[in-house]
């Protein structure tokens, strides 16, 4: 394994960003197979735009917005889950495909979910059973809540009377 880094060198060595990468990429490997979302066996990881929110994973890329990597990101408290996870939450997408990809008409298992789910199992094993549960188990049990006390989750006639706009970000919220 060979990485790059022009930017943050000391912020990738730091926060041990080339061996998150490998422990995706041998976690992965060897529980769902041999990495498949690439072109040509290669995997360009790209910085973007902090305008460009989050982070993507296209054939052959992932990419993570400009401030993920920033000494302030990954050392804020208040984000739970460190930022570094996000970036092993990209290069997750690698084994299931882009967001919006559905298994079988499945919506909770499609791409995203399966990507979700595997980031817990991979950070259940590199940070130990207590630090996921706080930051992803007990994370969606509180979600799960919150979709609970929607009005229009509750009473989904009525989410067909909103305005688009609203519509699809009630939908957006919930397919997180």
Wanted: hydrophobic content about 35%.
């Amino acid at each position: 394994l060979s990485v790059a880094v022009i930017i943050y060198d000391s912020v990738v060595e730091e926060n041990d960003i080339c061996g998150a990468v490998k422990a995706v990429i041998d976690y992965c490997s060897e529980h769902y197979g041999p990495l498949i979302y690439t072109e040509d066996d290669t995997l360009s990881l790209l910085q973007t735009s902090s305008l460009i929110t989050g982070g993507w994973a296209f054939p052959g890329a992932a990419t993570w917005m400009e401030n993920i990597l920033t000494p302030e990101s990954l050392k804020d408290a208040e984000r739970g889950a460190s930022a570094k996870e996000v970036f092993i939450h990209e290069l997750i997408h690698h084994w299931w495909g882009g967001y919006g990809v559905s298994f079988e008409e499945d919506e909770i298992w499609g791409c995203e979910g399966m990507t979700v789910y595997s980031t817990y199992r991979l950070v259940k094993e590199l940070y130990g059973e207590e630090y996921a549960k706080k930051y992803y188990v007990e994370k969606w049990i509180d979600e799960v809540k919150q979709q609970d006390r929607n009005f229009y989750n509750r009473y989904p006639a009525f989410l067909e009377r909103l305005p688009e706009a609203m519509k699809k970000q009630i939908l957006e919220d919930n397919s997180g």
